[in-house]
């Protein structure tokens, strides 16, 4: 299983940006909607921390408290994709995100999100 990640970019402080996770590569009956997916991210000099968890249905999800009330995360398991829509966004939200496949622990290899004026 392959997880790419896009979306990322440079931002002022208060805008918006949505990532993408595409995953693919499914084999031996897996697919994309029977597990839970997650969002972490990195920044500079830092550890990497998780940011959100969608269900695999979608329909239940959790954030970490420094995006709570600001990022939303959702799939579409048709399109075997993962959102994050991230608003109001803050110097601090600079980092590296990354999505994660628990039950295998799969990785992406990250796309870079600037906060900055």
């Known amino acids: 299983v392959q997880l790419v990640e896009s979306g990322g970019g440079l931002v002022q402080p208060g805008g918006s940006l949505r990532l993408s996770c595409v995953a693919s590569g499914f084999t031996g009956g897996f697919t994309f909607m029977m597990y839970n997916m997650r969002w972490y991210r990195q920044a500079p000099g830092q550890e990497r921390e998780w940011v959100a968890t969608c269900s695999a249905n979608g329909q239940t999800t959790s954030y970490a408290d420094p995006v709570k009330g600001r990022f939303t995360v959702s799939r579409d398991n048709a399109k075997n994709t993962m959102y994050l829509q991230m608003t109001s966004l803050r110097s601090e939200d600079t980092a590296v995100y990354y999505c994660?496949?628990?039950?295998?622990?799969?990785w992406g290899r990250g796309t870079q999100v600037t906060v900055s004026s």
């Open positions: 994660h496949r628990p039950a295998e622990n799969i």
